[in-house]
């Protein structure tokens, strides 16, 4: 099976828009992300509901993840369990960098940038975001492996959790799945 990740860039506009509207609008574009991974997977989504920690509840069969950054967004949906991550490498200040991510973990990709602790940073988002726990579990998640730069492992709750990752203009993007082995991720960036 393939599963679709779309990510829709925004208009330079919407990057720019601060507060409540700005946050409205990425959540909005996320939704339009979700309507067309929804389309390619044939899967007809009803209005989302979300548990106890802000998780989307499954629709049926059907589980969905959306993320948005400041111009980008990123969904996804299939019939198993997923989760997906979008950020921007930004530098930030740096005392959040040990709060994304361990030296080892850091070391696993040859030492500290920002580009590489937004990599670690959104496969973590993406499996916490899997489980349905968000960042409550942050501490619990360990990058242990990678392979070239679409491939990471995170361990979590006793597991070890493929996530697959794209670079792209600036961006990470991750999804975590719990779908069979043989599941294609493809993914399509367009602008909105
Ligand atoms: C989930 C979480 C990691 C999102 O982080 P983020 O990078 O700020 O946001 P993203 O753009 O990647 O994702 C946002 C989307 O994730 C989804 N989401 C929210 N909580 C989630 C959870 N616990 N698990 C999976 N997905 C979640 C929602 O669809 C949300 O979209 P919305 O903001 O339009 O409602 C973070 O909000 C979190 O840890 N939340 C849980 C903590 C908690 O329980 N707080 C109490 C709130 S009820």
New binding site residues.
């Given amino acids: 099976m393939n599963l679709w990740v779309r990510i829709l860039r925004a208009e330079p506009a919407m990057g720019d828009a601060l507060g409540r509207e700005g946050v409205e609008a990425r ?1 909005a574009l ?1 939704r339009r992300a979700l309507a067309l991974a929804a389309e390619a997977m044939g899967a007809r989504l009803g209005p989302e509901r979300h548990g106890e ?4 509840l499954p629709d049926g069969d059907w589980h969905s ?4 950054a400041r111009s980008c967004a990123a969904a996804a949906c299939a019939p198993f369990a997923l ?1 997906v ?1 979008v950020e921007e490498v930004l530098p930030r200040r740096d005392e959040l960098v040990p709060r994304m991510c361990s030296r080892d973990e850091l070391d696993l990709l040859g030492g500290f940038t920002w580009e590489r602790a937004f990599r670690i940073w959104t496969a973590k ?1 993406a499996v ?2 899997k489980a ?5 579990e942050l501490s619990a998640c360990r990058l242990t492996a990678v392979d070239g730069d679409r491939q990471a492992w995170i361990h979590h709750r006793g597991r070890h959790h493929k996530v697959e990752q794209l670079s792209r203009d600036g961006h990470w993007v991750a999804i975590a799945h719990d779908g069979p082995e043989e599941t294609e991720v493809k993914w399509r960036w367009s602008a909105a």
């Fill in positions: 959540r996320s920690h802000g998780q989307p993840s959306r993320s948005h989760g991550d988002e916490l975001k349905g726990v968000g960042l409550l």
